[in-house]
């Protein structure tokens, strides 16, 4: 197993990772079988592709911030944090991944850990973070991180909250 240079921790998508970012979405593709066309766009003009994930952004309608794990040169995944709660009622505040390469070393329970600190951070008391029932993985980190189990969704996802105060 590689040893990561420090701790991981979310920062704002950076160039600085572009090999580790385009190499570990690119084994998260083929692992997953899903649409790699946008690979090839984003390694061509990468400080735009960045760019354009930097900041404060509207995803899905409402406000949402976009950030990466990283260690270093290492790009282990990807944390969305919506500032608010979609209308409709599906979704939630925090959606995650890691990237194949690094699953199943705990990088998803840090992640969400410091994903819950940044929603503190904008006012979020209470976050909601939502499942799809066969995904027993993720649903391993949601209580790991102190995730209360509250129904399912329109969408047929279990829904969890999480306290943020820490």
Same mark, same amino acid.
């Given at each position: 197993?590689?040893?990561?240079?420090?701790?991981?921790? $979310?920062?704002?998508?950076?160039?600085?990772?572009? *090999?580790?970012? +385009?190499?570990?979405?690119?084994?998260?593709?083929?692992?997953?079988?899903?649409?790699?066309?946008?690979?090839?766009?984003?390694?061509?003009?990468?400080?735009?592709?960045?760019?354009?994930?930097?900041?404060?952004?509207?995803?899905?309608?409402?406000?949402?911030?976009?950030?990466?794990?990283?260690?270093?040169?290492?790009? $282990?995944?990807?944390?969305?944090?919506?500032?608010?709660?979609?209308?409709?009622?599906?979704?939630?505040?925090?959606?995650?991944? *890691?990237?194949?390469?690094?699953?199943?070393?705990?990088?998803?329970?840090?992640? $969400?850990?410091?994903?819950?600190?940044?929603?503190?951070?904008?006012?979020?008391?209470?976050? +909601?973070?939502?499942?799809?029932?066969?995904?027993?993985?993720?649903?391993?980190? *949601? $209580?790991?991180?102190?995730?209360?189990?509250?129904?399912?969704?329109?969408?047929?996802?279990?829904?969890?909250?999480?306290?943020?105060?820490?």
């Amino acid at each position: 197993m590689i040893e990561l240079p420090e701790p991981p921790r $979310l920062t704002a998508p950076s160039t600085d990772v572009r *090999v580790g970012y +385009l190499v570990g979405e690119q084994a998260d593709v083929v692992a997953r079988g899903t649409d790699d066309a946008w690979l090839g766009p984003a390694s061509r003009d990468f400080a735009a592709f960045v760019a354009a994930r930097t900041g404060v952004v509207e995803r899905w309608g409402v406000p949402s911030t976009l950030l990466w794990f990283t260690s270093g040169p290492y790009y $282990l995944g990807t944390l969305v944090l919506r500032h608010r709660l979609l209308e409709h009622g599906y979704g939630g505040h925090i959606g995650y991944h *890691v990237v194949a390469p690094w699953r199943r070393q705990g990088h998803a329970t840090a992640m $969400l850990a410091q994903g819950l600190q940044h929603a503190r951070d904008l006012g979020v008391d209470r976050a +909601l973070l939502t499942v799809a029932p066969e995904n027993e993985w993720s649903r391993r980190v *949601v $209580l790991a991180n102190g995730g209360v189990p509250d129904g399912r969704n329109g969408e047929g996802e279990d829904r969890f909250w999480i306290g943020t105060a820490g």
